[in-house]
């Protein structure tokens, strides 16, 4: 019989002082699956954040300075794909996601054709118990920001999206490529992402999860940023309806 | 305008003139930022020789004082320089990023090559 053909994986997560937290997540996802790769990319973190994860067996990507999420993210793509990777799976580093959802995020890509798989607190209602977590439960005005844009995605692109800001998400190796781009929305990419990938021809699904609320820590939407998020968001969006179509490169 | 006044202007014009220019030459400033400045210094200096003019706009914005127009001008300008400052910034956003993220990839390279985490157990 013929070896079936094995798709080189990698986790990435981008974190920022978050020492107590990531070696307990990287064991976590190791637990899942022992094939996956695991990149930390550390964004100018002040702690022992980067030790700790190659302490636990994951690669560490630092940057020099803290340069914000979507830069984060953009450099774990950019290691994918100059490292050859065929599926990537993004989860945030502060325990928020659970590792548990990996397999089947990454199935939906492998089995289904999609070319990017989300995962989204909002289609369906589970609560398993975990030690260190409580289940994630936003604030009113949080819970009708991500609603307000899920519709604005939705509308746009003729496809249910129900959580068009969940950092959990999974790409194949083209879509890697093309948030590789400059045209990666890398100041807070969220929905304008989704709309993006739509827009360039890529396949999006979505799967249901639970997701967590941080116990600890500062979230990057604290403080004004909210509101400079929204201004963003709807600006990123109306900018990539205008703007030509993108045409993947790879 | 009194003869005094319009060679007080001309002097700080050409003084602007021939500071910005200085400055490309010791490289202090980089040509592709010293248009607008060379620009508005020669604007001043011919709306200081041809003071017609300066009443002549004054009078098409609707203004009733010749230095609220200059006032004005002065105003625009400041506008486009920020607006290029803003365009240059994001630019440089983008190299930076480009950079840092480079830099990280090549030191996990690095790191890998020389097979060393630099870490000790807490």
Known sequence: MEKKHIDKKLAILPVYNEQDKITEVIAEIKSVDTTIDIVVIDDGSTDRTACNAKLAGARVLRHTSNMGYGVALQTGYKYAFQNGYDLLVQLDGDGQHDPAYIPELLELIISEGADMALGSRFLKEVSPASPFLRKYKASTTRILGIKMFAFIATALIGLRITDPTSGYQAFNRRLINFFTRDIFPYDFPDADVIVLAHRAGFKIKELPMVMYERDEGVSMHSGLKPLYYVFKMFLSIFMTIVRKKPIPLY | ?122
């Not at chain 2, 506008?79 to 190299?95: A, E, K, P």
């Open chain 2, 1 to 122: 305008m009194l003869p005094r006044q319009k060679i007080a202007m001309l002097i700080i014009c050409i003084f602007i003139f021939i500071f910005v220019l200085d400055l490309v030459r010791r490289r202090k400033l980089r040509e592709e930022y010293s248009w607008l400045w060379l620009l508005t210094s020669i604007s001043l200096f011919i709306l200081v020789l041809k003071y017609n003019w300066l009443l002549a706009i004054t009078k098409a914005i609707g203004a009733v004082l010749p230095t609220t127009a200059l006032f004005i001008g002065a105003l625009i300008f400041l506008m486009i320089l920020s607006v290029q400052f803003s365009v240059r910034i994001s630019r440089l956003t983008d190299q930076v990023k480009n950079l840092v993220q480079e830099n990280a990839l090549l030191r996990e390279k690095i790191d890998q090559t020389n097979n060393s985490t630099g870490c000790q157990k807490s």
